[in-house]
């Protein structure tokens, strides 16, 4: 009987797929990786949320201090994701992250819906990055004696991280890892000094009555501060410009998930020892939403706050850097795959950045 080879029966031509961008240079190391996605994460989740997640688990009506549990449970939460999207990077290190993806496994069409919803959430929450932190400048009004108009201190500083996204990731490195690093060590600092001078009340943290009603309270408490780990998977969007991805991104993505949860747990707890949570809630009765001024001027006194605040405003406004570079990476792949205008494939002869897809989404981000 005549032999039939595989080949007659089967005829699959496989379609390549394009894992690796042939115009951006892989420049980001394993601390960048850590550095990119703490200061995607350490924005307003530790800045402003803490409050706010304080008033919800009390019900909307009384704070409470066990915030910490929502943390660190929503961190749980947030590791299987994490541990899918750094395996998934590293089979496809390519810029432009979950809409590669996407795209590979159901097709253009899919792809396309889905490479417009990430560029659109992406873009969206680093704008809501640039006015977050309005609560701090107020306080840095009273400081100089101006009033500052918060669109155009947001636009102002959107132009300037537009302008440093283009200058390349050399330059985003520069300018986020002294903010990044300045940020965790003040606030470590701020917490280390809190325990050895304040009298703790450390009930306030780990007693029955800071969890709320029962553990529902938690849960939903942890559902909402959920958004603090959302940074965590945002180095995928620029999966092209990692070297060494295979190690690189998996184990930068679960370290920067660690620290900042190890961040996020630590503060909160030494913050309501230090600081009842009534103290983190306005006079109307709602949360307010400069808690880390609160603690910080409650440990250090007014000057220590106003640090705080200036922290609060930078690590903010790095926070969205770290959104426009990711976003941009969107529409600069589905260029590449020929789904959106060619000219956002165009890369800066000299930076070696998507200038046009970074122009585009910094005047997306000027009108919301």
Not at 269 to 288: C, K, L, Q, Y
Request: charged content about 15%; hydrophobic content about 55%.
């Amino acid at each position: 009987m005549q032999q039939i080879k595989p080949s007659s029966l089967i005829d699959f031509v496989y379609k390549p797929i394009e894992l690796v961008s042939d115009t951006l240079e892989r420049k980001l190391g394993m601390a960048s990786v850590v550095i990119i996605s703490l200061s995607a994460m350490l924005g307003s989740g530790l800045f402003v949320l803490p409050a706010l997640a304080m008033l919800d688990m009390g019900g909307g009506s009384i704070p409470v201090g066990g915030i910490w549990l929502a943390y660190l449970l929503a961190a749980f939460i947030v590791l299987p994701g994490a541990i899918s999207k750094g395996e998934l990077a590293t089979a496809m290190p390519s810029s432009g992250g979950s809409y590669v993806y996407v795209e590979r496994t159901f097709g253009p069409l899919i792809g396309t819906i889905s490479g417009l919803g990430l560029w659109a959430n992406f873009m969206l929450k680093s704008a809501f990055a640039l006015i977050g932190f309005k609560a701090y400048l107020i306080i840095l009004e009273s400081l100089l004696g101006v009033t500052i108009d918060i669109e155009i201190a947001a636009l102002l500083l959107l132009a300037l991280i537009v302008i440093i996204n283009i200058l390349g990731l050399k330059r985003i490195k520069k300018v986020r890892t002294p903010i990044v690093l300045t940020s965790v060590i003040f606030l470590f600092t701020i917490c280390i000094w809190a325990i050895f001078t304040m009298e703790m009340n450390w009930d306030a943290a780990f007693s029955r009555e800071a969890y709320g009603a029962d553990w529902t309270s938690v849960a939903e408490t942890a559902a909402f501060v959920f958004v603090a780990y959302a940074g965590v998977t945002k180095i995928a969007a620029v999966g092209g410009e990692i070297k060494n991805p295979s190690r690189n991104m998996p184990y930068g993505i679960l370290l920067s998930l660690l620290i900042s949860c190890l961040l996020y747990v630590v503060i909160s707890i030494v913050m309501v020892a230090t600081v009842e949570p009534s103290s983190f809630m306005a006079e109307d009765g709602g949360a307010r939403e400069d808690p880390i001024y609160v603690f910080a001027k409650a440990v250090g006194g007014e000057t220590v706050g106003i640090i705080a605040a200036v922290l609060a405003v930078t690590t903010m406004t790095s926070m969205a850097l770290a959104g426009i570079m990711a976003s941009s990476r969107f529409p600069f792949a589905m260029a590449r795959d020929n789904l959106l205008p060619e000219a956002l494939e165009n890369v800066h002869p000299k930076y070696q950045t998507p200038h046009l897809s970074i122009i585009g989404t910094g005047i997306a981000m000027a009108v919301a």
